[in-house]
């Protein structure tokens, strides 16, 4: 019994190391597969169908700007009101020797002799662009003598870019008128300029006129006779009169211009008139008064009128002259 027993228990044993045996056999033999099929996720046997969706990104294009041209970023820089002209070569090459006022980013033209750079800053500027020619001139009263006559006498052949822009101007001007003699009583003698056939003092004259501008060309006649001083006195004394009867209207001062050289008359001189002129401008800078010394289109590095811009050897100008003169007064224009 006992040997039957034992017996029993080695076929037992002999029976589980083959069942364990056959186990470690199988493993070996399909481990692989044992492994990538415990990594695999469930899969949901209901889904027969797998769709692969693409997403198309949708890329919208913004649309193009335009890129500004030189001339785009020239017309942006041009002032309401203004526009660019080519220069004469007068103008050009005043420009070209221009100097800058400090701080101001503005130009002048270089003083004339007998004036400092200084006292030149307080001049009108320089200007590239220009207001439109001929309404520009419509708004200006030009007060003056027998040079100052001929913005009006010769209107229709002075040009400016082949037209005619001083068509409509205003012009209040007498031969042999001075600042001494506008701001006198009306009487026999006196010469006041004529408005409906009478002598009229010429801050009434004015009043009466709807430009904005009052631009004075008077003081050549005075030198005759006046000192710098005194004739810088007279000229207040008219301001005050037409801002009495105009406070809207801007007033503007003009520099005398200059002589023949050898030309001289009593104690008038063109070294006088650079001396007056300072005087003037002195005066303007004082009280806030716009100068513009539009004499400098006329006159040489000497301070003297070339011959052939003067009609009569002696002060008074030529057309062309003129053209210099209205082509100056654009590119130094008051800004109301």
């Known amino acids: 019994m006992e040997r039957d027993r034992k017996i029993s228990i080695i076929i037992n044993l002999a029976a589980v190391f083959i069942v364990i045996l056959t186990l470690l056999i199988f493993f070996v033999i399909y481990r692989e597969r044992i492994f990538d099929s415990l990594s695999k996720p469930p899969v949901d046997e209901s889904e027969t169908e797998i769709t692969l969706e693409i997403t198309t990104l949708e890329i919208t294009t913004l649309p193009e700007q335009e890129t500004e041209t030189d001339e785009d970023l ?71 003598d027998s040079v100052t006559s ?19 101007v205003n012009v209040i001007a007498v031969a042999k008128y001075g600042v001494y003699y506008a701001i006198q009583p009306i009487s026999d003698t006196s010469s006041h300029p004529l408005s409906e056939g009478k002598q009229t003092l010429p801050e009434d004259i004015i009043a009466e006129k709807d430009a904005k501008n009052v631009f004075i060309c008077l003081g050549l006649n005075d030198l005759t006779f006046a000192r710098p001083v005194d004739f810088v006195k007279y000229y207040a004394t008219l301001i005050e009169r037409i801002k009495e009867k105009s406070p809207d209207k801007n007033i503007v001062i003009m520099s005398v211009t200059p002589l023949v050289e050898g030309q001289e008359a009593h104690s008038l001189n063109n070294n006088v008139i650079i001396e007056a002129n300072n005087a003037l401008l002195e005066f303007a800078k004082e009280n806030g008064i716009s100068f513009i010394d539009y004499a400098a289109a006329i006159r040489d590095e000497n301070n003297n009128l070339p011959e052939e811009w003067s009609s009569d050897g002696y002060c008074h100008i030529t057309t062309p002259a003129y053209e210099r003169l209205v082509e100056y007064l654009l590119h130094h224009p008051i800004k109301n």
């Open 74 to 144: 020239t017309d942006s820089m041009i002032p309401e009101g203004y526009i660019e002209v080519p220069k004469s070569d007068f103008m050009q090459a005043m420009f070209d020797n221009a100097i800058e006022i400090p701080g101001s980013g503005e130009k002048i033209e270089l003083p004339p002799a007998g004036r400092s750079e200084e006292l030149q800053q307080s001049i009108v500027p320089l200007s590239e662009y220009i207001p439109e020619p001929f309404e520009y001139f419509k708004n200006i009263v030009f007060l003056g």
């Open 150 to 168: 001929g913005f009006d006498l010769y209107k229709i052949k002075i040009k400016y870019n082949e037209v005619d822009i001083l068509r409509d």
